[in-house]
């Protein structure tokens, strides 16, 4: 509520207190008399200043500018319009009669932040049920609860109590909202906060509605996919480029999507990748050694605290010892009405994306796909130099690390692992199987964390009972340490040194630190992830390919590989954001070449935990 206006303008007191003053002059009465002259005057006096109050605020509701609430949108639905729709009496009138504020002196009342926030929604409701029409707060709060719920119960029921409009009208809204978005991406216009010639990124999933019909078929099948760039100074594309005033139609409760012809495609002749002659061989970088001992000194601090306070688990540790990534802005892309994995769908999916390319005059974008369509899309891209010079696919971290998450429980299913995670309470035992199978993500990963936890501290608590003076002061000193310090480093090289010792000696010591190894792979993926650091992204790809291999996860053995020789030939990776910047050459085909006969030497690698 921008707008000032004294409190004083809202009653006119100065004809309230001469009805007082000529109420009393003119009682000349007896005693009694007087006193029910004095209270008629006083019953007559207030509903004349009541009256007069009323006709003020109905006044000045009239006389307020109505909010713009079509097509709605994040710039027309906020509180700043909502603020800007309020006549500023009635603020001020319902600030003072909820005791919200006892301030009369000044001409802008200001109460606290929560406490405005109620005031302007009570005034909102106020000046719809006087309008007739939505305002911003019961237009908000409808296309809210309808994505919240899509209950048109529970809309009905908050429009009768003047809360949200009726649920026709929240249709009609979102029906606005579609044809506002088809028309920005229909008609050329580039996404709001996107920056020319910068490296973007493509994400697509299938969406799949199992509706029940009586044979199975003529279910639904689509395609989304979305872009995102890292938001930075630059060429922006403001909103107003967008032009979002184009007519739409407002009478309409439904959306009749635009049939995208979609050209068949057939693959001829499959073709492979372009091989190398000489690759090179994978060194791991400090990353991922760096990684490794951030887990150790996680464990090591955890275990050798003496203090009575919690301390934080270790998702949190590495918020504390990572910088956050900067924010990223993102645009939904139009909906393909076609089935995922079919080629032609792939194919168009992949035009599509040369298409906003060239909109975003960016030379190269990476395409993130799960392996169901990453397995296609590559076959489509291999046989097509255009495509091979523009366009770098990769497999979503999501599916490969459940993946990965399926090799582990693989390999320690049966051993004793599901009693103790029952018998801890950490997992039920009707969730066991979800776990294992990680169709419950949430579960199995924080099972395995809380798993690779107790094994690492009892590793550790084993060293310490057999160490020396001298190692039991190195532990001591590396829990006391910042994880850069050289303590750190030391007492990791100490422990593992007993780890091999301890595995030479014991199969079964051997077998469950195999977890431990696992896990710490896992481990730093999603630190890759979170951190945006491909090269330790990479080595940890690497890392997973032999229990891929040995655990017959076929598919991601095959094109983990195919990722991985990909990501490690290319020169022209930026190693911060997953960024990849390919430059346009001529008959540039072979700039991203990839070698698998370098994969499968790591089945043969004596490091490897094979060997």
């Not at 393909?336 to 005059?361: F, G, Q, W, Y």
Request: negative net charge; charged residues 20%; glycine residues 4%.
């Amino acid at each position: 509520c921008k707008k000032e206006t004294p409190l004083s303008k809202l009653v006119d007191f100065s004809y309230v207190k001469s009805a007082y003053d000529s109420s009393s002059e003119e009682s000349s009465t007896s005693g009694s008399e007087v006193g029910l002259n004095m209270t008629m005057s006083s019953s007559a006096n207030e509903k004349a200043e009541f009256h007069h109050t009323a006709l003020l605020l109905k006044n000045s509701i009239a006389r307020a500018e109505k909010p713009s609430i079509y097509p709605p949108s994040s710039t027309s639905l906020n509180t700043l319009k909502a603020c800007d729709s309020i006549p500023p009496e009635l603020y001020n009138f319902i600030c003072l009669v909820t005791g919200l504020t006892e301030d009369t002196d000044h001409e802008q009342v200001k109460p606290d932040q929560d406490s405005s926030t109620k005031a302007v929604s009570i005034c909102q409701d106020i000046m719809s049920l006087a309008t007739g029409n939505p305002s911003v707060k019961s237009m908000a709060l409808g296309l809210t609860v309808r994505h919240a719920t899509g209950s048109k119960y529970l809309i009905n029921l908050l429009n009768g109590l003047g809360h949200t409009p009726t649920y026709d009208a929240v249709l009609r809204a979102e029906t606005m909202i579609a044809y506002q978005q088809r028309k920005n991406t229909t008609t050329g216009h580039l996404p709001a906060d996107f920056q020319i010639a910068t490296f973007t990124c493509f994400v697509f999933d299938n969406i799949d509605f199992q509706e029940e019909t009586l044979s199975g078929s003529g279910t639904s099948h689509y395609v989304n996919g979305i872009m995102f760039q890292l938001a930075a100074d630059g060429s922006v594309v403001s909103v107003s480029a967008r032009s979002s005033e184009l007519p739409v139609p407002k009478d309409k409760k439904t959306f009749t999507p635009q049939k995208e012809d979609i050209e068949p495609y057939i693959l001829y002749r499959k073709k492979g990748p372009v091989m190398e002659s000489n690759p090179a061989e994978h060194t791991q970088s400090d990353g991922f050694r760096f990684s490794k001992l951030q887990d150790f000194h996680y464990a090591l601090v955890k275990q050798l605290d003496e203090s009575d306070e919690f301390l934080p688990g270790w998702t949190a540790y590495n918020i504390k010892h990572n910088q956050p990534l900067p924010k990223s802005v993102l645009h939904y892309l139009p909906i393909i009405e076609a089935p995922a994995t079919e080629l032609a769908t792939i194919s168009h999916v992949m035009k599509s994306v040369i298409d906003n390319l060239d909109r975003l005059k960016c030379d190269a974008a990476v395409l993130v796909f799960d392996q169901a369509i990453y397995s296609k899309a590559q076959q489509i891209r291999w046989t097509d130099t255009v495509l091979c010079d523009r366009l770098v696919l990769r497999l979503g971290e999501f599916h490969t690390l459940c993946s990965f998450l399926t090799t582990v429980s693989s390999r320690f299913r049966n051993s004793g692992l599901e009693d103790i995670l029952i018998e801890s309470g950490i997992v039920a035992a009707g969730s066991m199987n979800s776990v294992l199978r990680c169709t419950s993500y949430n579960k199995c990963i924080r099972a395995y964390k809380l798993m690779y936890e107790a094994l690492r501290r009892l590793q550790i608590a084993d060293f310490l009972d057999n160490a020396s003076l001298d190692d039991r002061e190195a532990f001591k000193d590396g829990s006391a340490a910042d994880v850069n310090s050289i303590a750190v480093a030391e007492a990791s090289k100490r422990l593992d040194d007993y780890v091999a010792k301890r595995c030479g000696e014991s199969e079964l010591y051997r077998y469950w630190q195999s977890f431990i190894d696992m896990m710490g792979i896992a481990l730093c993926f999603i630190r890759a992830t979170r951190t945006g650091s491909f090269s330790l992204h990479l080595d940890s790809l690497r890392e997973m390919l032999p229990w891929f291999f040995a655990y017959d996860k076929v598919n991601y053995a095959r094109y983990v590989c195919t990722e991985f020789v990909v990501f490690s030939s290319c020169l022209h990776v930026l190693f911060k954001s997953f960024v990849v910047k390919i430059p346009m050459q001529p008959n540039s085909s072979g700039i991203l070449t990839t070698r698998l006969s370098q994969a499968y030497r790591f089945l043969h690698d004596k490091s490897g935990p094979f060997s």
